[in-house]
């Protein structure tokens, strides 16, 4: 392969720990580290590790995940073991924490949590200390945690203690989740202030949906004397959307967010389970249309924070980070789009090879979201965003 150059005019730099790919959260379970391991095999196959600077996370420290969680929750996650799932003695706290098929007690959870979190800090610090223009930590993204309960196959929020650090420097940080599944997490921390925008574009269906919330009319407590009331803003879509759909919808809300609250700082979250042919997702979007969104929220220029986040068929989370890491080191047009020969686990890409399959035409679903719909949320959260000032 040829190196891959570093990009001209900023920094970039990846966050990542081996010893988190090795967890496993049981038999079946959807949740795979695994991808990333498939995703830095591509990663490095392409040459693209040349043009980052590299650094190995460390686990965030107990105080730090403080920062957000409560202790007690703490204390549980960093004692539990996977025994205790059948015992008596723990079936209170496991049941107030929220623990179960979803979030199961495996082995090294607490390993596992605190190294996720550790990435998402670690770079959050360096965009504060001026070392790199855009962080990249695709073991994080982990938007369910609450603060003192485990959701939706998160047990530590990463993107909230981020954005914490990012506070510190910045008066106003956007937060932008394009996972096919509700940032609740990320939502419910910062509903009571100003300094932090939340903007989630996610499969809305009350009842039958997890982990339905997000409707469109859901803002924040609207209390006239919460600061944060309309800084959460939610796009609630419905089975099926296409490429050029999402990408137009995403243009147009994520361009007026930006322009009007005038950002320090933005953190992505790229969870690929809103990718076509996922093994929990609905829509229909390919890796391109995916890999658009990030493209364009790295056109503004701000200090940008990118996590990972849900995404269930490995080898196509793997394709989308890798491709997306290609478009922030500006190296989208230069990498070769069939899957080199080199690249460890390379049967896991068969039989087509290939980055950009054609994941939109390989498990049809129905698009519900009309033109009619789609022209309706945008003028709905255009006129939102009345409320917010820069
Ligand atoms: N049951 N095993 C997205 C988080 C989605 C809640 C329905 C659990 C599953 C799912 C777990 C092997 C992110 C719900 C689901 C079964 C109550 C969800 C273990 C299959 C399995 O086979 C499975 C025993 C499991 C979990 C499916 N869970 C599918 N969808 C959601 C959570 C996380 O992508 O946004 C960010 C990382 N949970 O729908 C139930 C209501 C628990
Ligand atoms: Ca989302
Ligand atoms: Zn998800």
């Known amino acids: 392969y040829t190196p891959i150059p570093r990009p001209k005019g900023y920094r970039v ?23 990333l391991t498939l995703t830095k095999q591509l990663v490095m196959a392409y040459g693209m590790h040349h043009a980052m600077d590299l650094y190995m996370t460390r686990a965030a420290t107990y105080e730090e995940m403080a920062d957000f969680h409560n202790t007690d929750y ?47 800090i670690d770079a959050a610090r360096k965009l504060c200390n001026n070392q790199s223009d855009i962080a990249i930590n695709w073991s994080g993204g982990l938007h369910h945690a609450k603060k003192a309960e485990a959701s939706g196959f998160c047990y530590v929020n990463d ?64 209390h006239p004397l919460n600061p944060g009331a309309h800084h959460a803003l939610n796009v609630p879509l419905n089975d099926g959307i296409e490429d050029d759909d999402y990408i137009a919808l995403f243009k147009e809300i994520i361009g007026s967010c930006v322009s009007t609250y005038q950002p320090g700082a933005i953190v992505l979250q790229c969870g690929a389970d809103s ?7 609905c829509f229909s979007l390919n890796v391109q249309a995916h890999g658009a969104c990030v493209a364009y929220t790295k056109t503004f220029g701000i200090p940008l924070l990118v996590v990972g986040g849900g995404g269930y068929t490995p ?10 890491t290609s478009i922030l080191v500006d190296a989208a ?35 519900k979201n009309s033109r009619a719909y789609l022209a309706s949320l945008v003028r709905t959260i255009k006129e939102k965003l009345r409320y917010i000032q820069g």
Not at 275 to 281: A, E, F, K, Q
Not at 358 to 366: G, N, Q, T, V
Request: proline residues 8%.
């Open 333 to 367: 047009n230069i990498i070769d789009p069939n899957i080199p020969d080199a690249v460890t686990f390379r049967n896991h890409f068969g039989p087509d090879y290939s980055l950009f399959p054609p994941l939109s035409d390989m498990r049809r679903i129905e698009n």
């Open 13 to 35: 730099s990846w966050h990542a720990n081996p010893a988190v790919e090795p967890h496993h959260f049981g038999q079946s379970h959807p949740m795979k580290p695994f991808r």
């Open 159 to 222: 993107i909230v203690l981020g954005i914490l650090q990012l506070l510190r420097h910045h008066p106003r940080v956007m937060y932008i989740d394009i996972d096919v599944h509700h940032g609740d997490g990320v939502e419910q921390a910062f509903w009571s202030t100003d300094r932090v925008l939340t903007v989630s574009f996610h499969k809305y269906d009350k009842d039958n949906f997890f982990p339905g919330t997000g409707a469109l009319d859901s803002n924040g407590p609207a």
């Open 315 to 324: 080898r196509n989370v793997s394709r989308a980070w890798a491709h997306e």
């Open 74 to 120: 703490l204390d549980f996650l960093k004692t539990i073991i996977p025994s205790d799932m059948q015992s008596s003695d723990q079936s209170d706290s496991l049941a107030r924490f929220n623990f179960g098929d979803d979030c199961p007690v495996f082995d090294g959870l607490y390993n596992y949590a605190s190294l996720y979190a550790g990435g998402t």
């Open 275 to 281: 990718l076509g042919c996922d093994r929990l997702g």
